[in-house]
């Protein structure tokens, strides 16, 4: 586990790099979820890439700039940006392990920035996607609900309730809160990806659409359920999946069939 | 960028791992301490809602150098699988072990340590045993409840804050959230798990500490908390000490400064501490002070 910055100056990036057990041509890019899901995604994080590493992956996992320990006030963090942090940080990762191909794990938001970043030119043999945030206003809409559940542990709720420019106790800013909403990845261009891989603990429609998507733009994809045992709701749903191995296990089988390739 | 950031691998094996943020050379405050921060309950270094990376870089514009850092198991740092020891123990070598770091590689022979939370525990363990921390931040830490609590108790009947977030737990649907109070994820945040010393033990380590001219701020917050008005804290210890001590309480921040306005305001009340008592080399101490500031906060 090596913590180093990479990028520029200008825009530098928090990242910790696993080298491999063993002689590897193959790296895997980490993505992680949006600020507000960050610190609850950390530890799966942690836990795939050195499952990853074991198996012979060079892998990073990088902070988006504005987020963890990047440059960057958190208010100053831009999708489009972000977005632009996935290839940098891909660049990055062929450069300091020397792998001739890419793969890419993202989770949430990060799901959707690795596909926006593979439409976008950036070259992977495998798009893994964990609970791929599809539709940007239901993503939206989503993290709102939580937010006011937590304001429901606050003495002082009334202070946050009608402040858009904050979510779940990060800043939220409308030119975000803009580009996240205008999100649709069955809208996206064809990713230069050749396969992917959907993980949902329950997987919906939306799912099913952005499948059919990927595919009519040639990348062979499938749809898979995360078997997480019975739970009360989508939060707790992704909860114990950050704790559970079954989707680590999942995406590490997934990208042992580069290695074996 | 009048700071820069760098990572630091320190501890045997270099399994150890943080982010140092430095002043740049005309900022820097000659002599200033150097003010550690590490992981609270499961969160990495960043801290809640990224407390820690403000507080680093709002710290570096003061003048003040920091590392923060992960105790070893947790977050980006290693654990030696021959280490067998207890959490606790673990974490106070880790702390110790970081400003030994700092002191081989910068020179720095003073340090601050920032505890939030459950990781107030280490930064107390370690304050009353190493002369090398001269001051230390407890951001919500113990709390016992006293003869003065029970008095100011009643004063939650008058909140109206507090009958309005009664109703929106018991009648959800009147506010068009029917599965909120069923929501397990808001059971688990009600319970915060600690390891408190006993409020004797408490008492004997101030003194230890105050005796020793180390200085101390305690952070506090309002909500369902054990404390529940600012000069609790003395009525804690004992009265009789109350030199080098500087306690702030927020009655309207939660327990993560969830607000970002209550975490600026927790932020510059650490870098004004710091800027006010350590900008000089040397130490000294000073009767205790009350005042009101004007934002809400009550600070004795």
């Known amino acids: 586990m090596k913590p180093l910055f990479l990028g520029n100056t200008a825009r530098r990036l928090y990242g910790v790099y696993h080298s491999p057990l063993r002689t590897s041509r193959h790296a895997v890019l980490l993505c992680y979820p949006g600020m507000q899901e960050y610190n609850a995604a950390h530890w799966a994080f942690r836990r795939l890439a050195a499952m990853l590493a074991r198996d012979g992956h060079h892998v990073l996992r990088f902070d988006y700039f504005g987020t963890g320990d990047s440059a960057g006030d958190s208010r100053d963090g831009h999708p489009d940006g972000w977005v632009e942090d996935v290839k940098q940080a891909a660049q990055e990762l062929r450069d300091l392990s020397g792998a001739r191909e890419l793969s890419v794990v993202g989770m949430r938001l990060g799901a959707a920035f690795a596909t926006l970043a593979s439409s976008a030119g950036l070259r992977v043999r495998r798009l893994v996607l964990w609970e791929p945030v599809i539709d940007g206003r239901a993503y939206v809409r989503e993290l709102e609900l939580w937010d006011s559940r937590r304001n429901l542990m606050l003495l002082h709720s009334s202070r946050t309730r009608d402040r858009k420019t904050e979510l779940l106790g990060h800043p939220f800013p409308a030119a975000v809160r803009n580009a996240t909403e205008a999100l649709d990845l069955t809208r996206v261009g064809a990713p230069r990806a050749d396969k992917a891989l959907i993980l949902a603990a329950e997987p919906r429609g939306e799912h099913e659409a952005f499948k059919a998507v990927l595919e009519k733009h040639g990348v062979a994809t499938a749809l898979k359920r995360v078997m997480e045992s019975a739970t009360n709701g989508e939060q707790e749903v992704r909860e114990r999946a950050l704790l559970s191995n079954t989707a680590l296990l999942d995406m590490a089988e997934e990208l042992r069939g580069v290695l074996s390739a | 960028m009048k700071f820069t950031e760098k990572v630091l691998s320190f501890g045997a094996g270099g399994i150890l791992h943080g982010i140092l943020t430095e002043p740049e050379a005309s900022q820097r405050i000659e002599g200033a301490p150097a ?65 030994s770091a700092l002191e081989a590689q910068r020179g720095f022979t003073r340090f601050v340590p920032v505890g939030f939370c459950s990781g107030v525990d280490a930064a107390h363990a370690v304050s009353v045993r190493d002369e090398r921390v001269v001051g230390v931040v407890y951001l919500e830490g113990y709390g016992f409840r006293t003869p003065g609590f029970y008095l100011h108790y009643p004063e939650r009947f008058l909140n109206p804050n507090r009958w309005e977030r009664l109703l929106r737990r018991r009648f959800p649907r009147l506010f068009g959230d029917v599965a909120a109070v069923e929501d397990p994820a808001l059971a688990r945040e009600r319970v915060y798990i600690r390891d408190y010393p006993t409020r004797e033990r408490l008492r004997w380590d101030v003194h230890t500490m105050v005796e020793r001219g180390t200085r101390l701020l305690l952070v506090y917050v309002g909500g369902d908390t054990d404390y529940n008005y600012p000069e609790q804290f003395f009525e804690m210890i004992g009265r009789e000490t109350t030199t080098n001590i500087d306690v702030t309480f927020y009655p309207k921040a939660d327990h993560t400064f969830f607000i970002e306005s209550d975490r600026k305001l927790a932020l510059e009340r650490v870098s004004s501490w710091l800027r006010e008592h350590f900008s000089a080399p040397a130490p000294r101490q000073e009767a205790a002070h009350s005042e009101r500031l004007g934002n809400g906060a009550q600070t004795w």
């Open chain 2, 35 to 99: 003010v550690l921060s590490w992981n609270v309950g499961l969160h990495h270094h960043i801290g809640p809602h990224r407390f820690f990376v403000d507080m680093a870089r709002e710290l570096a514009h003061r003048g003040f150098t920091s590392l923060r850092f992960d105790i070893s198991g947790l977050g980006d740092s290693e654990v030696s699988r021959d280490d067998a020891r207890p959490d606790p123990e673990r974490a106070i070598s880790d702390v110790r072990a970081a400003m």
